[in-house]
């Protein structure tokens, strides 16, 4: 995934969430194989500006070679909720009250 | 030198038939014993060394066997050593290969210079050079390949030694057994990491009770393991410190943040099956 990718997802997104009054947004990043910081932030950026949008956002699907580069690159993607899988993903919303 | 290219290079492509009977019988009389298998694989890899020998000498000389010229040649005795090493042979008996194959071409210097012992003695020096940087190539290609393969039987022997096992319906554990060094705490990690992914499990106990000593590196690593699982979405909790891997750690100064630690992997398990909204009831008997 590059920058320019990143940032018309976050442009969508958001615009998404407003137009279908959208109050969950899970992201799989399962075909994802390489995260770096950029996109790290990004992930970051588009969760809170959900969460602004009173929308709840998951990040499901994080492959252990992202997940041991956030963690070198000390991203703690603070703030975003994170399943291993769409089903676990669901759940959390579900849990969130969201249906 | 003007002769140095073209007499090895001809006797090689005149008398290529009988220089190819005459390695092959040294080269067999030395594996000592007699397989059909094992000497059609030589008389194959002879044949292609001869011609890509006579071809490498007659383009570019006995001197750079670096050079592009070579090549071919490289190549192939890389192909024979890599064989050589994956069938057992040893390093000597590798470089022989290219050995044996000096005396029948100093045979043939000898018959064709007798008359012009000089040149005779330029000619034997040269050859005598080249098939030592060629017995030496052939021992380092061989060396590299052992080393590979070295390498990787590490690398599979580390898999195999820390495997992860399914406790319970979303519950992994992780029983580390022995010294763990970097390079095992890393294969350590991605193992679990895949296998939370693969099984969707909810948490990874990490059970060091075997492990004898815990050094900062060490600490770190199974620090960043549980970073990385929680962020993909799962937690660990580490389980089966001793006494004095407690003290340990609180004199390194290691900081465990927020991972849950229990001394005993019941203990964990306890603690597992809350977070996974399970129970263990104790039938009235």
């Known amino acids: 995934m590059h920058d320019r990718l990143a940032m018309t997802l976050q442009d969508d997104l958001t615009n998404r969430i407003v137009k279908d009054r959208a109050k969950g947004v899970l992201i799989d990043i399962s075909a994802l194989d390489l995260v770096d910081s950029f996109i790290g932030r ?10 602004i949008l009173d929308s709840h956002t998951v990040l499901v699907g994080m492959q252990p070679a992202v997940a041991m580069t956030l963690v070198e ?3 703690t993607l603070r703030g975003v909720k994170t399943a291993l899988n769409v089903e676990q993903g669901m759940k959390m919303l579900k849990f969130d009250n969201l249906f | 030198m003007p002769n140095e290219k073209s007499r090895v290079g001809k006797i090689l492509i005149d008398h290529q038939t009988a220089l190819l009977e005459g390695w092959l019988a040294t080269l067999v009389a030395r594996l000592g014993r007699h397989e059909t298998a094992v000497e059609s694989e030589f008389r194959n890899q002879a044949t292609r060394f001869l011609l890509l020998l006579g071809n490498a000498i007659n383009i570019a000389g006995c001197s750079e066997i670096d050079s592009a010229a070579w ?5 192939l005795l890389e192909e024979i050593s890599a064989n050589r090493v994956r069938q057992g042979y040893s390093s000597i008996e590798t470089a022989n290969f290219v050995f044996s194959l000096k005396e029948p071409i100093t045979a043939y210097l ?9 040149a005779l003695v330029i000619e034997i020096t040269a050859t005598d050079a080249l098939f030592d940087k060629l017995g030496l190539f052939t021992v380092e290609a061989y060396q590299k390949t052992r080393e590979q393969i070295i390498l990787r039987q590490e690398q599979e022997l580390m898999e195999l030694s820390t495997p992860v096992v399914q406790l319970w319906k979303d519950i992994l554990a992780l029983p580390l057994i022995d010294t763990l060094d970097s390079a095992r705490t890393q294969v350590i990690m991605e193992s679990l990491l895949q296998k939370l992914v693969d099984t969707g499990a909810a948490i990874a106990i990490i059970d060091i009770t075997g492990v004898p000593t815990v050094d900062t590196l060490v600490a770190q690593h199974l620090l960043k393991t549980v970073a990385a699982a929680r962020l993909m979405g799962a937690d660990c909790i580490i389980s089966g410190i001793r006494p ?20 005993s992997l019941a203990d ?8 996974t909204n399970a129970a263990i009831v104790q039938k009235a008997s």
């Open chain 1, 42 to 51: 990004m992930i970051n950026n588009i969760a809170a500006m959900a969460k």
């Open chain 1, 73 to 75: 690159l000390g991203l």
């Open chain 2, 71 to 75: 090549t071919g040649t490289r190549q």
């Open chain 2, 110 to 118: 000898q018959n064709e210079l007798a008359g012009d012992p000089s």
């Open chain 2, 244 to 263: 004095q891997i407690a003290q340990t750690i609180v004199h390194l100064g290691v900081d465990l943040q927020d991972v849950i630690t229990k001394a």
């Open chain 2, 268 to 275: 964990a398990f306890e603690v597992a099956l809350q977070r």
